[in-house]
T-cell receptor, first 115, second 116 residues
Framework: AQSVAQPEDQVNVAEGNPLTVKCTYS??????LFWYVQYPNRGLQFLLK??????LVKGSYGFEAEFNKSQTSFHLKKPSALVSDSALYFC?????????????FGIGTKLQVIP | DSGVTQTPKHLITATGQRVTLRCSPR?????VYWYQQSLDQGLQFLIQ???????AKGNILERFSAQQFPDLHSELNLSSLELGDSALYFC???????????????FGPGTRLTVT
């Protein structure tokens, strides 16, 4: 069964500093990996995805994520955090091949950017 | 704006009652997903429809049911409501079919259900 883990409930970072939100996954085949962001009282918004190819994926709002197959990780990064980046971030995984592919979401990591 | 619409935005009802949540997917999307989000359970996948047919079930209770209509809008029916059903219910849609895992999902703003 596929699974995804976000080991940190909350990440605090000062404005202007780089940020990392961690995600590890487990699938039996090749993974499709996604990051979503949820602002208060809003639905989830798609940020970026890894399907195949370059391990460094660039997405919306200056975010990027690095796929690391050996460590089964897909950490979300941004070089310089903004206060407006404060939100709840979800990692999601989908197995890439065969039949129906359910998507599994992590429990979410709250990012707090401190002015 | 994701292009996915959900109504109503808020719903307050009593235990034992039945409610219907409505979702219209993005134009052209054939897949619709329903999720429940609560503080203690996180984001839970309930059910998926593709072009009118049920394709996958997640942690959906027997008291809950859904359908997707020919115009592709979907409804989630919740019956015999309990206090624990209070949550945010999200609908999402995607371009790909149930075997096209590469497509991201676009989420609606959600319906906040409060059961008193």
């Amino acid at each position: 069964a596929q699974s995804v883990a976000q080991p940190e409930d909350q990440v605090n970072v000062a404005e202007g500093n780089p940020l990392t939100v961690k995600c590890t996954y487990s699938v039996s085949g090749n993974p499709y990996l996604f990051w979503y962001v949820q602002y208060p009282n809003r639905g989830l918004q798609f940020l970026l995805k890894y399907i195949t190819g370059d391990n460094l994926v660039k997405g919306s709002y200056g975010f990027e994520a690095e796929f690391n197959k050996s460590q089964t990780s897909f950490h979300l990064k941004k070089p310089s955090a903004l206060v407006s980046d404060s939100a709840l971030y979800f990692c999601a995984v989908r197995e890439g091949l065969g039949g129906y592919q359910k998507v599994t979401f992590g429990i979410g990591t709250k990012l707090q950017v401190i002015p | 704006d994701s292009g996915v619409t959900q109504t109503p935005k808020h719903l307050i009802t009593a235990t034992g009652q039945r409610v219907t949540l409505r979702c219209s997917p993005r134009s052209g999307d054939l897949s619709v997903y329903w999720y429940q989000q609560s503080l203690d359970q996180g984001l839970q996948f309930l059910i998926q429809y593709y072009n009118g047919e049920e394709r996958a079930k997640g942690n959906i209770l027997e008291r809950f049911s859904a359908q997707q209509f020919p115009d592709l809008h979907s409804e989630l029916n919740l019956s015999s409501l309990e206090l624990g059903d209070s949550a945010l219910y999200f609908c999402a849609s995607s371009t790909g079919g149930p075997t096209s895992g590469a497509y991201e999902q676009y989420f609606g703003p959600g319906t906040r259900l409060t059961v008193t």
